[in-house]
């Protein structure tokens, strides 16, 4: 099953609020004939746009495929967090990686985090980025971590915006019963994600990127220099990015060992008055819980709560408003004559230890993907990282690179039922 086309229409976005809130760009043209290029960048997300868009202005004539749509994938279909840190905390990357590295693993989270909200508010003001990101506990036994990496974090890395919540201060800011306490992060934050990239797109196309839609890659020739071929076109390319995420599919075989597809989903419930949204979550906050399948929400510029969570087994999406309702209304009883407007899912790729895969896959193809759920902010790092590798300051790039992302055992063939398994069992651990 070809996962670009398992669950969507070729070239159309997925009826999401994301879609239906926001203008895109183009459509543009279908990739036809033989092209060349400095640069080819495969697939037109957080990572391709923004490595596009660093590409270009550093003076590169550059190509930018997508097989659907300019923000068609995980990232136009995501939660909208833009969480700091990486997707490990400070404490498991200094046991992976070590101190120094881990330090300079966070200055370049961090980095990504200031790149984002920059971008957004020169490119896409219409996004709307909101500071802070509550960390709820699910169980008491989890508060005294939080509590204690928010003393780490201010005492070994000077970073001071995470205060713990207790529970009585939790349930103030997240109006439920169903947690005992956490933090709260404010040098995070939460955005439309669609319309990012979106303005990501116009930025990139004013800078004299050709980007071509409706061109699925069906092969790439790591030679020097390289040969991207689509169904209609031939690109001849001095570098290539592989930027395509969990939609890569079997273009290179070495990332897909490292990089599994898992599908992901999201309601938007009708808008709800402002006090309403307050009893919610108040101050406008994003929220993500510590369950393994986790629940991740907030609202939307319009009053909607936009709710993420529950976990499926197959490439096929199943009735996700009847899935996603579920966890919602274990966290928010009280919404249970609410109406679920908007219903979808994307596929996002996860490693093996949820940090990104960064790979040099020949002298002149870089692959940057795998980011686990935590990819708004450091994808569009990614994409500039390559940016700077390709004009020759590859040190940042092969900072995560150097970071190791095990493949998966069996290989691809059985990646997804060990998926199927390990999931099963994490959820019944959230249960616990």
Known sequence: MDILYANDRAGEYPRSWYADSAEAPGPYAQATGDLTCDVCVVGAGFTGLSAALHLAGRGFDVILLDAHRVGWGASGRNGGQVGTGQRLDQEALEKLVGLDHARALWHLAQESVALTKALAAEHAPDAG????????CHRARYVPHARDYAEKMARDYGYDLIRPLDREEMRHMVGSPAYHGGDIDMGGGHLHPLRYAFGLARAAQAKGV???????????????????????????AGHVVLACNGYLGDLNRRVATRVMPINNFIVATEPMMPESQESLIRGNHAVADTKFVINYFRFSDDHRLLFGGAESYGYRFPDIAALVRKPMLEIYPQLKDAKITHAWGGTLGITMNRMPHFERLAGNVLSASGYSGHGVALATLGGKLAAEAIAGQAERFD??????????????????????????????RDRL
């Not at 980025?129 to 709820?136: E, L, S, T, Y």
């Open 210 to 236: 050709r980007i071509f839609e409706r061109s699925k890659v069906t092969a790439i020739t790591e030679t020097a220099p390289a040969t991207v071929a689509t169904e209609k076109a031939k690109i001849i």
């Open 399 to 428: 900072l995560m690179a150097s970071v190791p992302t095990r493949a998966f055992p069996g290989g691809i063939a059985l990646r997804w039922p060990l998926l199927v398994l390990a999931m099963l069992w994490f959820s019944l």
């Open 129 to 136: 980025f909101a500071p802070g990101i509550i960390h709820a």
